[in-house]
């Protein structure tokens, strides 16, 4: 097993009803229904008393939603529904004129959704962890390929509870390196998880995606100092020579939704047979796919065999589950996935449970025969 790492996240159930809210709008929450649940509790009696003054501070009197701040559709959405509770609340306490009328004007004020920021950037989404946050500059505007990069999706979001949980600590230490980071969020989870990481290194083939890593990386290191070493740096999947002006040979890779373009599947095998050992240095990678469709997953595993590779879905305990799709509610394709109101439907794969939506695999050298 390892040695067991820091856990450097908890439930969202787990947290005070108004700190819920809090980190929901921090990390821009869109669900409504999610959004509607903790706004709910906190203005009832788990709230506890002064719950409408201390929502007033949490959504308007937040530092960090002051610097970074979330995007417009996510504050709507937040304001619209505190608004809804309040008027249909039967037991909350005098009703708090400041709340209410902060949010009257919040979303008279906020503009239309995909309104001004469609020029640029939409706002910022910050993941509070132990030690420090994660920030994250969003935009579904940029246009082509490179929009996918500077979205948050629910495989990346699912590796990354499970890093901050520590449910990876077998898997992932010493140098890490994150192919196809996209926004980067799992590979800046990785670096907020302690000693056993050594060194990050976030990686993307679009130019302009690398330099919203660049300056994610900034913002996180501005939310709480990043003990560990973490650098950016362009890698396209088909050039060979790339990967031997990595600073740091990998030990272990990790990526997410790499394999959901059947022409990205053949350099991805190949990379990662260059990468892996014993050609390269690294003793494992940790690839969070959302299951999307039989045939990207099976042409995944032949381009794997023929690279000298294997691979087996991991298996998560029902905690991991819950920490996965707290993360997961943020991402741009949650809505899609089918776990929505069906029972027993997991999101990962469990020891009692033979699929999931995202499927969690360990890639490594295949055994040699005989």
Not at 195 to 203: G, K
Not at 245 to 269: K, R
Not at 343 to 365: F, K, P, Y
Request: with cysteine; proline share 4%.
């Amino acid at each position: 097993q390892g040695l067991a790492q820091a856990r450097h996240s908890i439930t969202m159930e787990a947290l005070g009803a108004v700190e819920r809210v809090r980190r929901w709008h921090r990390a821009g929450q869109q669900n409504t229904s999610v959004l509607q649940k903790a706004v709910r509790q906190a203005l009832s009696g788990e709230g506890g008393p002064g719950a409408q003054r201390r929502l007033y501070e949490v959504v308007f009197c937040d530092p960090v939603t002051s610097r970074f701040v979330p995007p417009v559709a996510s504050k709507r959405r937040l304001l619209k529904c505190i608004l809804a509770e309040l008027d249909a609340c039967s037991d909350c306490e005098d009703l708090d004129d400041d709340l209410y009328s902060a949010c009257v004007e919040g979303i008279a004020t906020a503009g239309p959704e995909g309104g001004p920021e469609a020029a640029g950037f939409e706002g910022y989404r910050v993941l509070d962890m132990g030690g420090g946050g994660i920030g994250l500059r969003v935009t579904s505007f940029m246009g082509g390929d490179v929009e996918t990069g500077c979205l948050l999706w629910s495989a990346g979001c699912a590796l990354s509870a499970l890093l901050a949980g520590g449910h990876l600590a077998e898997h992932v230490s010493g140098h890490v390196l994150e192919l196809g980071a996209g926004t980067g969020v799992a590979g800046l989870v990785a670096a907020r998880c302690g000693a056993a990481i050594a060194s990050v290194t976030l990686t993307d083939g679009q130019p302009a995606v690398v330099d919203n890593l660049r300056h994610n990386l900034e913002v996180t290191a501005s939310l709480g100092a990043i003990a560990t070493p973490v650098e950016v740096c362009r890698l396209e999947w088909g050039d060979a020579s790339a990967i031997s002006g990595l600073t740091y040979p990998p030990g272990a890779i990790i990526g997410s939704d790499l394999a959901y373009e059947p022409s990205a599947i053949g350099p991805l095998a190949t990379l990662l047979g260059r990468l892996l050992q014993p050609v390269g240095s690294a003793w494992s990678a940790i690839l969070g796919l959302t299951q999307r469709t039989e045939f990207t997953y099976d042409l995944f595993r032949e381009h794997l065999a023929q690279n000298g590779l294997d691979c087996e879905e991991l298996c998560c305990s029902d905690t991991a589950n819950q920490e996965a799709l707290d993360w997961c509610s943020l991402a741009h394709d949650f809505h899609t996935l089918p776990i929505q109101g069906e029972a027993g439907c997991r999101l990962l794969r469990g020891v009692e449970s033979d699929s999931g939506v995202i499927r969690v695999m360990r890639i490594a050298a295949a055994p040699v025969a005989g």
